[in-house]
């Protein structure tokens, strides 16, 4: 139990355009997901919280309208990459929270690999 | 500011040998501490928290709110503990502060 899935795995793209990833919870319901960002040998490093039917929480310098964040349902949240460039480009990863559970574990995704030409 | 320290990027031991990898923290409050390892091609998983007190896999680890520690031990290592691990921290109903990570390699 207690799986997340992402969409794509990995997307290249050309500078100036949009990428839309999908974070799916498939087997319970999230009202919390999160996004996160990791650079090659680095940490993963929160990037915004996504509530269920509101705004996310973005965490400091990172540009909300850079990185749109939409968590339409109790099971996906999305997150695009506006008019992306070549510093966009970073493995994305979300996690979840269960929300059937008492705890706070996050369960988290494969991750997008984005690279931006 | 909330923040984790793991002081070894890189750690190599024999098979058999014991294990200890080392997290500080700083936070202003009452956290809660994780373990996450991340095996070769592999997702990011919960290898165990501060509140559950458990053993997984032969790992425990004990918070320490007097030295801000809550580092991650095993008496024995097994070649399949090579991995990367996190520790992480959270004020509850927030994202995750992790760690930079410990590469962990266990030689035979």
């Known amino acids: 139990g207690a799986v997340v899935s992402q969409h794509p795995s990995w997307v290249i793209c050309k500078s100036g355009t949009s990428v839309k990833i999908e974070c799916r919870s498939l087997?319970?319901?999230?009202?919390?997901m999160f996004w996160y960002r990791q650079f090659p040998k680095q940490s993963l490093m929160l990037m915004a919280t996504s509530n269920e039917g509101s705004k996310a929480t973005y965490e400091q310098g990172v540009e909300k309208d850079k990185f749109l964040i939409n968590h339409a349902s109790l099971t996906l949240s999305t997150l695009t990459v506006t008019s992306a460039h070549p510093e966009d480009s970073s493995f994305y990863i979300c996690?979840?929270?269960?929300?059937?559970?008492?705890?706070?574990?996050?369960?988290f995704g494969p991750g997008t690999r984005l690279t931006v030409l | 500011a909330q923040r984790v320290t793991q002081p070894e990027k890189l750690l190599s031991v024999f098979k058999g040998a014991p294990v200890e990898l080392k997290c500080n923290y700083s936070y202003s409050g009452s956290p809660e501490l994780f373990w996450y390892v991340q095996y070769s091609r592999q997702r990011l998983q919960l290898l165990l928290r501060?509140?559950s007190r458990e053993s997984i896999k032969g790992f425990t680890a004990d918070l320490n709110k007097g030295e801000t520690s809550f580092h991650l031990k095993k008496p024995f290592a097994q070649e399949e503990d090579s991995a990367m691990y996190y520790c992480?921290?959270?004020?509850?109903?927030?994202?995750?502060?992790f760690g930079k990570g410990t590469h962990l390699i266990i030689q035979p």
């Open positions: 996690s979840a929270r269960d929300r059937g559970k008492s705890t706070d574990t996050q369960y």
């Open positions: 087997d319970f319901q999230a009202t919390t």
């Open positions: 992480a921290l959270t004020g509850g109903a927030d994202g995750l502060t």
């Open positions: 501060h509140i």
